[in-house]
């Protein structure tokens, strides 16, 4: 193996590790993907935002967010108000039955809410810069002249993660015919994006 091939397997490897885990943009992507609503554009979102913060990460992004912890400590504030809203709203939907009906019945929320929402998670989760540009990006610098392979094989591994999450959800639509399937589902994005905030504003706390 080519050493700029196993920088970008080694890329593609830690990205996938540090990805595929339960938080508040993997459960926003699943909901969405099992609504089959906007999809696209989710998966979209969440594919350029990896894409630019591990490419700023490798460009040294990384040092510099590690010598401001204040700039961490100010999103850490604000993703955990935005994390405990979204997480009531989906406690409300979870506790209220009516609320938990397929795409086809329920109403669609509009591209530009869906859109925005989505942003919201991703740039207002302390959690995506670290492993991003902090993490990916410190990583990458030990590659010295193939960091950039080393991104490319995170970047792909976004890519693979994301499109096979929203598009591969409509797979266990049988399971969210029912509505007590989407009680539960709504129950778990509520404790995820409830814990989140609280270990946010935590950091926050404590300086970043």
């Known amino acids: 193996m080519s050493p700029a091939l196993l920088a970008a397997v080694s890329g593609?490897?830690?990205?996938?590790?540090?990805?595929?885990?339960?938080?508040?943009?993997?459960?926003?992507?699943?909901?969405?993907?099992?609504?089959v609503e906007h999809v696209a554009a989710v998966?979209?979102?969440?594919?350029?935002?990896?894409?630019?913060?591990?490419a700023a990460g490798t460009a040294g992004a990384g040092a510099l967010i590690?010598?401001?912890?204040?700039?961490?400590?100010?999103?850490?504030?604000?993703?955990?108000?935005?994390?405990?809203?979204?997480?009531l709203m989906a406690a409300r939907r979870a506790v209220r039955p009516a609320t938990l009906v397929t795409e086809e019945a329920g109403r669609r929320a509009g591209l530009l809410v869906?859109?925005?929402?989505c942003l919201a998670l991703t740039w207002l989760n302390p959690h995506v810069y670290l492993d991003t540009v902090v993490l990916l990006g410190s990583l990458a610098s030990t590659w010295e002249g193939r960091r950039w392979w080393f991104?490319?094989?995170a970047a792909l591994g976004s890519a693979v993660w994301f499109i096979g999450l929203g598009y591969g959800a409509r797979?266990?639509?049988?399971?969210f015919a029912r509505p007590a399937a989407w009680r539960v589902l709504d129950a778990v994005i509520a404790v995820v994006m409830v814990s989140l905030a609280v270990s946010l504003a935590i950091r926050g706390v404590r300086g970043g």
Not at 43 to 54: E, R
Not at 114 to 117: A, L
Not at 171 to 175: E, I, Q, T
Request: glycine share 14%.
């Open 114 to 117: 869906t859109v925005t929402t």
């Open 66 to 87: 590690s010598r401001a912890p204040e700039l961490l400590t100010a999103v850490c504030f604000g993703g955990a108000a935005f994390l405990l809203a979204y997480g």
């Open 12 to 35: 593609l490897g830690l990205g996938l590790s540090l990805i595929v885990a339960i938080g508040a943009q993997n459960a926003f992507v699943l909901r969405q993907g099992l609504r």
């Open 151 to 153: 991104a490319g094989g």
């Open 43 to 54: 998966v979209g979102v969440c594919l350029v935002s990896d894409v630019l913060l591990i």
């Open 171 to 175: 797979l266990l639509r049988p399971v």
